[in-house]
RNA sequence: CGGGACGUAGCACAGCUUGGUAGUGCACUUGCUUCGGGAGCAAGGGGUCGCGUGUUCAAAUCACGUCGUCCCGACCA
């Protein structure tokens, strides 16, 4: 492509709405334009290192054994109140009436549709298994989007189904789908972690999510020093040390006036956190519970959801929790409280610790559990911390931030119980098919790959997924041989196949350069003075150095680079 | 949805307190000089000051409303 009558443009100053490195340098290059919150315009560049994306994954897809189809935005709403999705995902679920006032919606998620689709197949256990997947933008209302292309409200999302007649199959389709992933992201070049996670809203057995490692991604990864064990901070258990009990002491009332706060209580008594319990009070179903953590620890709400197997767990409001505690806020606690007691294991290990006394400005201090109060169950509550084990083997865990930028699920049986996808086995039973899901985002992918691959002077894209490998600048358009000679190699290059980016513009040298390097072209081929003895100049992007070669040498040295 | 901020040219912003002819830098056009890492000088083009209502002789500026955007939180497939 010819510069000089393309759309192209780039930014000198940093975009005011972008909050992310990737949104920043993805806007400035000129690949996206934000056109409302969390809603974006792919630009030539951009749409062109998007579909060399899509290509990776669909050839991957293609050779395990996928085949691709294209459903619907448009959902009759009916579709997800069938499989009990519509009330779980609420608002999230962009809803529109089309002129005789049926309701439709913009499909988030396309399991119910995939399951309709394969309904028109599955008879006999003969007919499974098999993949189907597309590439289809999902619509999802999401309350925050942040992050460029991250945390969007409409995005393009490779998402393949699985169909078998039992967890064993299922079990081989599904890994068949994890190297296909992982061929995809080793590709795209992305340095990624595979770990377990909450099944959230897609229900099912198994939830493993691929988590490009970047510094601002969304979730919190935890990770081992030791052995391979990689979670996502929301299911990763926690180990408890065994409890080492000091002699108890008499229990007593401290007078805490206005310190409500762990981190008051710190400053002003010279108490330390771990001779402190956080005592917070949550309606699960509706129903309130004084949950107990260590007051330096962490609640963890995915595992208090689990314990239950509650559909909601929230924090109560403010004035609940000031009448189950009989006290301003801060000063709640477990004795002498009418509702259930969950308590983290680690309050176990505790003793001659420090609690809510119920009472507004009061705190007991020595209080030990099972003397004091009793809880009604322990369990595990808690979110695990840099420093502890690791649950697998014993190892120092550390946190790094991640972007889930593809998901795999077991679902089981779960949406073919609920839509009555059936198909006849040779002792002609009746039974559900096995399930898989399996997504991921494209639009993630390239912000994760910004995120990993950039400088200060603009994106450094992975050869297989630049725009164009290769770019040629024209120093001086004007010096008639700097230009003829250009257009020469342009056209030689183009003739092998090579998407090559031709900088033909009328500007100075140093635009053109910065321009160069903000887009993130790998290979930089220069025409300037050096043409008169024949050479041009070629950089590549990730590194300093220029060489001088002669133009006879640059369609082979070209080739084998992009090799 | 709760808390906070912002909305003035394609981009980034000033002007608003104290109402009186719409500004700056980058980008854009033309000319001259320059020409290997975001040039200089000069002359230009481009604005319903988010929108609405009100106060006023007069509103970018004050008041109220509304829409939008961003940040923190809640939520999150």
């Known amino acids: 492509m010819k510069l000089k009558s393309s759309y192209f443009f780039t930014l000198r100053e940093n975009v005011k709405d972008e909050d992310s490195v990737s949104g920043n340098l ?80 913009l499909g988030p998620t396309h399991e119910e549709l995939f399951v309709m ?12 298994p098999f993949n189907l997947y597309q590439f ?75 988590q490009a490692v970047t510094d601002i991604g969304e979730d919190r990864l935890v990770l081992c020093d030791r052995c391979e064990f990689a979670s996502n901070i929301e299911v990763s258990p926690c180990v408890t040390d065994e409890p080492v009990l000091e002699d108890l002491r008499e229990m007593s ?48 709400e995915v595992k208090l959801q689990k314990l239950f197997s509650a559909k909601t767990v929230e924090l109560a409001n403010n004035e609940v929790v000031e009448t189950i505690s009989h006290a301003k806020i801060g000063y709640a606690g477990p004795i002498g409280i009418s509702t259930k007691i969950i308590a983290d294991h680690r309050i176990k290990t505790m003793s001659n610790f420090l609690i809510g006394a119920n009472k507004t400005d009061v705190h007991f201090q020595n209080v030990n559990v099972g003397r004091d109060f009793q809880v009604t169950q322990f369990a595990d509550i808690r979110n695990i911390k840099p420093g502890d084990k690791c649950p697998n083997c014993g190892g120092k865990i550390y946190f790094n931030n991640g972007i889930e930028i593809g998901n795999t699920f077991k679902l089981g049986d779960k949406y073919s119980k609920a839509l009555g996808l059936e198909y006849l086995d040779a002792d002609n039973t009746l039974h559900p098919v096995v399930m898989g899901s399996y997504g991921i985002g494209t639009g993630r992918c390239l912000a994760a790959i910004v995120e990993q691959n950039h400088d200060d002077y603009g994106i450094i894209w992975p050869k297989a997924l630049a725009p164009y490998g290769v770019a040629i600048v024209v120093i001086n358009t004007k010096i008639e041989l700097q230009s003829s000679s250009a257009e020469t190699l342009y056209k030689i290059l183009s003739r092998e196949g090579i998407d090559v980016l031709l900088d033909d513009r009328d500007e100075r040298a140093g635009v053109k350069f910065n321009d160069m390097d903000l887009i993130g072209i790998p290979l930089r081929i220069t025409v300037g003075k050096t043409i008169d003895q024949g050479k041009v100049e070629v950089k590549l992007r990730n590194e300093k150095e220029i060489q001088l070669i002669d133009l006879d040498q640059v369609l082979p040295f070209v080739q084998n680079f992009l090799k």
């Open 26 to 105: 993805l806007s400035r290059s000129g690949m996206i334009k934000k056109n409302s919150s969390g809603i974006y315009m792919y630009l030539p560049l951009g749409y062109k290192v998007l579909k060399k994306i899509e290509q990776i994954i669909r050839k991957e897809m293609n050779e395990a054994g996928a085949q691709e189809v294209l459903m619907p935005s448009l959902i009759p709403e009916e579709i997800y109140e069938q499989s009990g999705r519509r009330a779980l995902i609420g608002s999230s679920m962009f809803a529109l009436k089309d002129r005789f006032g049926k309701p439709f919606v």
């Open 117 to 128: 689709a394969a309904s028109h197949h599955v008879k006999s256990y003969k007919d499974l």
């Open 136 to 210: 289809q933008t999902k619509f999802r209302d999401e309350p925050r989007p942040r992050f460029g292309l991250i945390r969007v409200r409409e995005f393009i999302m490779k998402d393949a189904y699985s169909f078998d007649k039992d967890l064993d199959g299922l079990a081989i389709s599904y890994q068949k789908m994890v190297d296909a992933y992982k061929a995809s992201f080793d590709r795209m070049g992305i340095r990624y972690k595979i770990v377990t996670a909450d099944t959230g809203v897609m229900g099912g057995l198994l939830s493993e999510e691929f």
């Open 253 to 300: 009332e401290l007078y805490t006036p206005n310190v409500g706060k762990i981190k008051d209580l710190v400053d002003n008594y010279q108490i330390s956190e771990d001779k402190m319990t956080k005592s917070m009070i949550y309606m699960i179903d509706k129903q309130a519970v004084l949950v107990m953590v260590r007051a330096d620890d962490e609640i963890n």
